[in-house]
């Protein structure tokens, strides 16, 4: 029995690391699935992989008019919305006093702005009982150097889950977040610093990890797949650490 049967979901960011995986793992569990991303020839490869429902969408995730484009095709193509993964995100580096204006604004207009405003134009078609996932970060709850602009980004997203939990349980729909510790996704090298400060980070990650190894984007997509489906139908408000125990002990 597929969990997810007639259920239409959006996963933006899809083309590669969790949101590629979340988009197959709920193809696979009977979901029609919407995948974004920004880059046309990175949706155009995923049709190679993908096997079942779905449809391809080009959006900037930081555009309000991309957004609305996004649902208005989304409806006209599958009907109302069940499952919204709020996944698009960027990390960027920059330490205290080498912090730039246009970093600040685009970090935060990709992670904050684009996810927030997705779920307003989205609001009148979600359907009763839909569940809203936003993709967070262990650093909204840790201190790392240089991380300013995108920890507050995911420390955003952690209030507006809360905000909107509370605004949109009177309606059956569930916001939750996902908060991941180091995970295997490209996005170790799609960064604005050297690659070598990045792989000297990076290796740090194990011993820091309780479970010492970074995790996978599958163990992500299992944790999304959890959050839309029935089997989390009285959790609303949270936040899911999938860190390994990295902001646990
Ligand atoms: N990997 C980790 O250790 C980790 C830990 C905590 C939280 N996260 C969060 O997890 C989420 C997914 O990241 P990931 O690790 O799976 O990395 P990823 O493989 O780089 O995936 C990010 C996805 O978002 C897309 N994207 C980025 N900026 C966009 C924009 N402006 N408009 C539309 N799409 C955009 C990317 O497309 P392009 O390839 O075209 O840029 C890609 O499809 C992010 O929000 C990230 O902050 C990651």
């Known amino acids: 029995m597929k969990n997810l049967k007639n259920k239409v979901a959006i996963i933006t960011g ?6 590629l995986e979340s988009a197959k793992l709920l193809l696979n569990e009977g979901a029609k699935v919407v995948l974004t991303g920004r880059s046309q020839e990175k949706l155009d490869a995923l049709k190679d992989q993908l096997n079942g429902d779905y449809l391809l969408v080009k959006a900037e995730a930081a555009s309000i008019s991309d957004s609305k484009r996004l649902i208005d095709t989304t409806v006209e193509k599958f009907g109302k919305i069940d499952i919204l993964f709020l996944n698009a995100g960027i990390f960027r580096l920059e330490a205290i006093g080498e912090l730039t204006e246009s ?5 935060h207009a990709i992670n904050v702005k684009g996810p927030l405003f997705t779920v307003n134009v989205a609001n009148e078609y979600l359907n009763e ?15 790392f150097p240089a991380m300013a602009a995108y ?4 420390a955003a997203l952690r209030s507006i889950t809360r ?4 605004e949109l349980g ?15 996704t490209p996005i170790y090298g799609k960064h604005n610093m050297p690659q070598e400060n990045i792989d000297q980070m ?13 995790g996978s984007a599958k163990e992500i997509a ?28």
């Open 163 to 166: 905000t909107l939990a509370a």
């Open 14 to 19: 899809a083309t590669s690391g969790m949101g």
């Open 202 to 214: 990076a290796s740090s990650f194990p011993d820091l990890v309780t479970l010492g190894r970074f």
């Open 151 to 154: 920890a507050s980004s995911k």
């Open 129 to 143: 009982g839909a569940s809203i996932i936003f993709n967070t970060s262990v650093v909204n709850v840790k201190g």
């Open 222 to 249: 299992t944790t999304v797949l959890f959050l839309a489906s029935d089997a989390s139908s009285f959790i609303t408000g949270a936040e899911i650490p999938v860190d390994g125990g990295f902001a646990q002990t």
């Open 103 to 107: 970093i600040y604004d685009e970090v």
């Open 170 to 184: 009177p309606r059956g729909i569930r916001v939750n977040a996902i908060s991941p510790g180091p995970i295997d």
